[in-house]
T-cell receptor
Framework: DAKTTQPPSMDCAEGRAANLPCNHS???????VYWYRQIHSQGPQYIIH???NNETNEMASLIITEDRKSSTLILPHATLRDTAVYYC??????????????FGKGTSLLVTP | GAVVSQHPSRVICKSGTSVKIECRSL??????MFWYRQFPKQSLMLMAT?????????EQGVEKDKFLINHASLTLSTLTVTSAHPEDSSFYIC??????????????FGQGTRLTVV
């Protein structure tokens, strides 16, 4: 799997957009970019994933650069409940047997009032 | 989204005893489940891959005789920590993927089990 690089921590004011960057310069053509988050003492929660097109769902938007070497997760209106560690993971799509996810250190996002 | 349930959420046990943690997929079937361990202020580390009806695959450095995994059905995998010691105290998390979904879909995680060995 391609390695990812994320800033260790970020702050964001409540109500503002949180933009979390991720570098994955060694990504290969069949690898997807997945984002998960982990709120303290809970299991990880899936947020979004994409291959090369930008994606949006009810939680967030994922912007992938044209060369696919980096991406940005956008939480459009951050709330205090969005305080968590955010993990960017690059992985081939699951096979029928399913692949585990390799979690790096992630970005600890603190949303402040 | 699909639901994965772990039980118990917290457990305290005496050193030398065994503890069983259950991971259930509540509304889907999972041929494969994964067990992770997370120490304080660290990231999740994969321990083993649990395959329904066959032996689990353990990551390097994880003792298979200490961490017994059973995946007897498509909705249940169990992790038993045998002869637990204080250094086994950790946050254990399982995940599963819906076998009925197409490739590249997301995995679902349980809420985790906080094990404290005293």
């Amino acid at each position: 799997d391609a390695k990812t690089t994320q800033p260790p921590s970020m702050d964001c004011a409540e109500g503002r957009a949180a933009n979390l960057p991720c570098n994955h310069s060694t990504i290969s053509g069949n690898e997807y970019v997945y984002w998960y988050r982990q709120i303290h003492s809970q299991g990880p929660q899936y947020i979004i994933h994409g291959l090369k097109n930008n994606e949006t769902n009810e939680m967030a938007s994922l912007i992938i650069t044209e060369d696919r070497k980096s991406s940005t997760l956008i939480l459009p209106h951050a709330t205090l409940r969005d305080t968590a560690v955010y993990y960017c993971i690059v992985r081939v799509g699951y096979s029928n047997s399913g692949y585990a996810l390799n979690f790096g250190k992630g970005t600890s996002l603190l949303v402040t009032p | 989204g699909a639901v994965v349930s772990q039980h118990p959420s917290r457990v305290i046990c005496k050193s030398g005893t065994s503890v069983k943690i259950e991971c259930r997929s509540l509304d889907f079937q999972a041929t494969t489940m994964f067990w992770y361990r997370q120490f304080p202020k660290q990231s999740l580390m994969l321990m083993a891959t649990s395959n329904e009806g066959s032996k689990a695959t353990y990551e390097q450095g994880v003792e298979k005789d200490k961490f017994l995994i059973n995946h007897a059905s498509l909705t249940l995998s169990t992790l038993t920590v045998t002869s637990a010691h204080p250094e086994d105290s950790s946050f254990y998390i399982c995940s599963a993927r819906d076998r009925g979904m197409s490739t590249n879909t997301e995995a679902f995680f349980g809420q985790g089990t906080r094990l404290t060995v005293v």
